[in-house]
């Protein structure tokens, strides 16, 4: 007999919760020490999620990467990247200033901008977007939301915003990508 984990609103409960709740300590924890543990820890929770890697089966979502050159002269340190991370994702569906992630960090906003670009690639106003349209594919492939539905709870402005940067970086709309990957009933989460 399956468990079903998701109640009525959709949360997750009981023993996936604390499994998903474990995973994720311990991949936090990893980041520090064995970042190559934590690839380990992602493909549980997405088989506990029950859902499809998305790399696999020519789904690709947008790519978000934090490799940290913070050794290179100008870059943010480790625990300036990790306090700026975690702003970012806890305000994935608000507006984020990026005076108030230079604050985070302790910088100038300037040096801040800086520091940034040269620690992850991109300046901080970019790999926002592409952090918030990330989330989008996911909530896209694991709920039926509207579009403005998801748009909103990814900080978008409005659906029209949303439609615009996805096409720009997905290559085509939300609607047809969703459907492009919810063939068949699917919806990437099983059970």
């Known amino acids: ?3 079903h984990a998701y109640n009525a609103a959709g949360r997750i409960e009981g023993e996936k919760a604390r499994r998903l709740a474990l995973l994720a300590t311990n991949a936090r924890a990893a980041l520090d020490s064995d970042v190559s543990a934590v ?3 992602l493909d549980e929770i997405w088989e506990v999620l029950g859902l499809r890697e998305p790399v696999d089966e020519n789904v690709t979502l947008i790519s978000v990467t934090t490799d940290n050159k913070a050794s290179h ?3 943010l340190t480790p625990w300036q990247l990790r306090q700026v991370m975690a702003r970012i994702e806890s305000k994935l569906g608000a507006t984020i200033p990026l005076k108030e992630l230079s604050d985070v ?3 100038s906003y300037s040096y801040f901008s800086r520091a940034f670009k040269a620690t992850t690639g991109e300046a901080p106003r970019d790999f926002i977007v592409k952090k918030r349209l990330r989330h989008a594919q996911i909530l896209l492939l694991s709920t ?3 579009l403005s539905s998801v748009a909103c709870a990814c900080g978008f ?4 915003h949303f439609t615009r940067q ?3 970086s997905v290559g085509e709309t939300p609607l047809r990508w969703r459907r492009a990957w919810k063939r068949d009933g699917t919806t990437g989460i099983h059970g």
């Open 1 to 3: 007999m399956e468990n």
């Open 39 to 41: 690839r380990g820890y």
């Open 73 to 75: 002269k100008g870059g």
């Open 105 to 107: 960090s302790g910088l």
């Open 144 to 146: 039926n939301d509207a």
């Open 157 to 160: 402005s409005d659906q029209a």
């Open 166 to 168: 996805f096409r720009r």
